[in-house]
């Protein structure tokens, strides 16, 4: 997969699409993720125009949206899905010691973002609206979060694991993240804060570990999902409601 061309504030957008998967491939051009669109330019605006986006699935929460409003183009009369709550898996402040690197400190919240959010219920639901999303509407959609990795990334990653992409391709997926030609957008957003919050300078190590996806990532969101409902198809079916009627509808709507 190739990303798309960088936007001047739009961070990690791409076409999620054009994967192998049982029967076919998954169809390109009706796909998309990205970070959220607060800083986008006109210009932005004007190539997001063009691609025809008419459903945008939103997996912030409202405090989020409400702190930075999407900016979306003039007479776009496409559908917003959101949640009227807080979506954040972020566990509470943790102190952090001398003792600790802010790099470690770093990765371990990210692995425990990861396994808070199979069981976080306000994801479980946006995680079924998203999908009946895009099986019940029609022309492109668009899924974001706060920077398109975490909670996008898992979004992408169920969509993808339903209509037969391999385990593989998943992750290489969700590993894209990392080359966006955009990091500069979502580092300006995010680590200020994050720095503020800390009380100290993050290192490049420890900017990296929270704003990059890795691996093993991915891989706790689906040991979390296997050890509280047996497979990840059970975790899908029991805590999200994808039944086999939506997961046929799926496939035969983006395989081809």
């Not at 192998?20 to 605006?45: C, F, I, N, W």
């Not at 400190?105 to 396994?115: E, F, I, W």
């Not at 059970?234 to 039944?243: E, H, I, R, T, Y």
Request: net charge negative; charged share 25%; glycine share 8%.
């Amino acid at each position: 997969m190739t990303q798309a061309p960088s936007f001047q504030g739009i961070h990690n957008f791409r076409d999620y699409g054009g994967y192998s998967a049982a029967g076919g491939k998954v169809r390109r051009g009706v796909l998309y993720r990205s970070g959220q669109h607060v800083a986008a330019t006109d210009e932005d605006l004007a190539e997001l125009a063009a691609l025809d986006i008419r459903t945008v699935i939103d997996l912030r929460g409202i405090a989020e949206r409400e702190m930075h409003p999407c900016r979306r183009h003039e007479g776009w009369a496409g559908e917003v899905v959101a949640h009227d709550g807080s979506t954040t898996s972020s566990p509470p402040h943790m102190d952090i010691g001398p003792e600790v690197t802010t790099a470690d400190y770093a990765r371990d919240r990210m692995l425990q973002v990861y396994t808070r959010m199979p069981e976080n219920p306000a994801m479980q639901a946006m995680f079924g609206r998203y999908l009946h999303a895009l099986a019940d509407r029609d022309g492109a959609s668009l899924v974001h979060c706060f920077a398109g990795k975490d909670r996008t990334g898992m979004a992408v990653t169920l969509l993808l694991h339903i209509v037969g992409v391999s385990e593989d391709d998943q992750v290489r997926e969700f590993l894209l993240t990392n080359e966006s030609p955009t990091f500069h957008i979502l580092r300006a957003q995010s680590i200020p804060v994050m720095e503020k919050r800390l009380g100290r300078t993050m290192d490049e190590a420890s900017v990296r570990a929270m704003l990059d996806v890795h691996e093993d990532y991915f891989a706790r969101f689906h040991q979390v999902a296997r050890q509280t409902h047996g497979s990840l198809d059970d975790w899908l079916n029991q805590a999200v409601g994808v039944d086999d009627t939506l997961r046929m509808n799926l496939r035969d709507k983006f395989v081809a």
